[in-house]
């Protein structure tokens, strides 16, 4: 399924063969999400080309299947990692400690302690930090190891002011504290080896401008930190570089934003390190879902699909736009997956919503589709990231499975939850506290028996 795309920037939702997605639902049920592993590679050897001198980290939030980590880590990629668990999916995979950073925000205590006990088998780890108040609670725990430091540099940009990391509060230490929070760092016997920050997610063309003048302030403050603490190794400007959602959205010109990023940071003693995630994955994966439910209703028609907010988050959270395809309409079922002509259905404005209880559950709002039918399987263009990651259970709803297409093949890569599984901690929990009352009561049974 990946010859249609090989030497494209960007993999349309129309260049996926529907019949053998089709094939899929009625294979491993809906809704399914798909992954193309070979994509996922293909986007990685693009962006490697235009940095061919930085060391690539791959930002594991964005779609944190092992296989994945796996697929990228043998093209070259280290992972940067937002907590414990991710940490922890990367060692799965193979990752050595000198292949990791671990980035949190405001980390729990029970993640620094697993991080620091990680640290003892993995020295080569290293440790981003955003506030001087988790370099403390890492000396607390006995951590002086390999030490980077987010900062904050006031510039923020990306798709959504949600994503726009660079000037948000939350993150890093103000990049004027810097200096001094890492001298102090360094005078504390921690090994200082970079700074790092992030001015946002999806970040397009019309944003370079406020992208080039983010690289510029780290450049100047790798200059300036590197002559207070006696030189860096790297400086990390994040990623977030943005892919076409819109049909009519043209690509990122890769080479034009590397050639910006090295003449803004300018001249430094440092390896430029750069941690894209959503880049690698998002066109390497779509969301399947059928339709159960057509209704006029006043203004629109209403298209129901057993996918929903808690399946893919980011039409209800981003105000997002997704592309979404009929694959019936496109490829009419038959025996031998040889017919693929469309089945001249007529368009109309189609609102599709999935099946939570919550009006901001729909994918697309009056969106000029083929008419639909029960029992259509549609497909939602670049789900490959920040798709199943943020999947929840509200409503008690189970998360849907996933495949992988790897080397002509196909497998299940996560399997389907049910509502068994979404009961399980509440059982659990009831057997555990089952177990305690009858072991108190036997204990005191005992207590009494001696007494007697």
């Given at each position: 399924?990946?010859?249609a795309?090989d030497?494209?920037?960007?993999?349309?939702?129309?260049?996926?063969?529907?019949a053998?997605?089709?094939?899929?639902?009625?294979?491993?049920?809906s809704?399914?999400?798909?992954?193309?592993?070979?994509?996922?590679r293909?986007?990685?050897?693009?962006?490697e080309?235009?940095f061919?001198?930085?060391?690539?980290l791959?930002?594991?939030?964005?779609?944190a299947?092992?296989?994945?980590?796996?697929?990228?880590?043998?093209?070259?990629?280290?992972?940067?990692?937002?907590?414990?668990?991710?940490?922890q999916?990367?060692?799965?995979?193979?990752?050595?400690?000198?292949e990791?950073?671990?980035?949190?925000?405001?980390?729990?205590?029970?993640?620094?302690?697993?991080?620091?006990?990680?640290?003892?088998e993995?020295?080569?780890?290293?440790?981003?930090?955003?506030?001087?108040?988790?370099?403390?609670?890492?000396?607390?725990?006995?951590?002086?190891?390999?030490?980077?430091?987010r900062?904050?540099?006031?510039?923020?940009a990306g798709?959504?002011?949600?994503?726009?990391?660079?000037?948000?509060?939350?993150?890093?230490?103000?990049?004027?504290?810097?200096?001094?929070?890492?001298?102090?760092?360094?005078?504390?016997?921690?090994?200082?080896?970079?700074?790092?920050?992030?001015?946002?997610?999806?970040?397009?063309?019309?944003?370079?401008?406020?992208?080039r003048?983010?690289?510029a302030?780290?450049?100047?403050?790798?200059?300036?930190?590197?002559?207070?603490?006696d030189?860096?190794?790297?400086?990390?400007?994040?990623?977030g570089?943005?892919?076409?959602y819109?049909?009519?959205e043209?690509?990122?010109?890769?080479?034009?934003?590397?050639?910006?990023?090295?003449?803004?940071?300018?001249?430094?003693?440092?390896?430029?390190?750069?941690?894209?995630?959503?880049?690698f994955?998002?066109?390497?994966?779509v969301?399947?879902?059928?339709?159960?439910?057509?209704?006029?209703?006043?203004?629109?028609?209403?298209?129901?699909?057993?996918?929903?907010?808690?399946?893919?988050?980011?039409?209800?959270?981003?105000?997002?736009?997704?592309?979404?395809?009929?694959?019936?309409?496109?490829?009419?079922?038959?025996?031998?997956?040889?017919?693929?002509?469309?089945?001249?259905?007529?368009?109309?404005?189609?609102?599709?919503?999935g099946?939570?209880?919550e009006?901001?559950?729909?994918?697309?709002t009056?969106?000029?589709?083929?008419?639909?039918k029960?029992?259509?399987?549609?497909?939602?263009?670049?789900?490959?990231?920040?798709?199943?990651?943020?999947?929840?259970?509200?409503?008690?709803?189970?998360?849907?499975?996933?495949?992988?297409?790897?080397?002509?093949?196909?497998?299940l890569?996560r399997?389907?939850?049910?509502?068994d599984?979404?009961?399980?901690?509440?059982?659990e929990?009831?057997?555990?506290?089952?177990?305690?009352?009858?072991?108190d009561?036997?204990?005191?049974?005992d207590?009494?028996?001696?007494?007697?």
């Amino acid at each position: 399924m990946t010859d249609a795309a090989d030497s494209l920037p960007v993999r349309r939702l129309s260049d996926w063969d529907a019949a053998e997605l089709q094939g899929l639902a009625e294979e491993y049920g809906s809704p399914l999400y798909v992954l193309d592993l070979e994509r996922v590679r293909q986007n990685y050897r693009r962006l490697e080309a235009a940095f061919p001198d930085a060391d690539i980290l791959y930002a594991v939030k964005a779609n944190a299947l092992g296989d994945v980590l796996s697929a990228l880590r043998e093209a070259g990629a280290g992972l940067e990692c937002a907590s414990a668990g991710e940490v922890q999916r990367a060692l799965e995979a193979g990752a050595s400690g000198a292949e990791i950073h671990y980035t949190a925000v405001n980390p729990p205590a029970r993640d620094l302690d697993w991080i620091v006990d990680t640290w003892d088998e993995h020295p080569d780890l290293t440790v981003t930090a955003g506030s001087e108040d988790t370099i403390d609670r890492l000396e607390d725990r006995g951590y002086d190891g390999r030490l980077c430091l987010r900062v904050n540099p006031g510039i923020g940009a990306g798709h959504h002011e949600k994503v726009r990391t660079g000037a948000a509060a939350k993150f890093g230490v103000p990049a004027e504290r810097a200096v001094d929070v890492l001298t102090d760092a360094a005078d504390r016997g921690f090994d200082v080896v970079g700074i790092h920050a992030h001015v946002g997610s999806g970040v397009s063309s019309d944003q370079l401008d406020a992208h080039r003048e983010f690289v510029a302030r780290m450049g100047d403050l790798a200059r300036e930190v590197s002559e207070a603490v006696d030189g860096l190794e790297f400086v990390d400007v994040g990623g977030g570089f943005g892919v076409p959602y819109r049909e009519d959205e043209e690509p990122l010109d890769l080479e034009s934003v590397a050639d910006a990023t090295r003449d803004a940071l300018g001249e430094i003693d440092a390896e430029l390190t750069i941690e894209p995630g959503r880049y690698f994955v998002a066109d390497a994966g779509v969301l399947l879902t059928e339709v159960n439910t057509v209704k006029d209703a006043r203004e629109t028609t209403v298209a129901g699909v057993d996918a929903g907010m808690t399946t893919l988050i980011r039409p209800a959270m981003y105000d997002a736009y997704h592309p979404i395809r009929n694959l019936t309409a496109d490829a009419p079922a038959s025996s031998d997956r040889t017919e693929r002509a469309a089945d001249g259905r007529e368009t109309a404005p189609q609102t599709v919503a999935g099946p939570i209880c919550e009006s901001g559950d729909v994918f697309c709002t009056d969106r000029e589709l083929p008419v639909s039918k029960r029992g259509d399987i549609l497909a939602i263009g670049n789900a490959g990231a920040y798709g199943y990651e943020m999947a929840n259970q509200y409503n008690s709803r189970p998360r849907p499975a996933s495949v992988i297409l790897a080397d002509g093949d196909v497998r299940l890569a996560r399997r389907r939850e049910t509502v068994d599984d979404v009961t399980r901690p509440e059982r659990e929990a009831r057997r555990a506290s089952n177990a305690d009352r009858k072991n108190d009561h036997e204990r005191a049974s005992d207590t009494d028996n001696d007494e007697r």
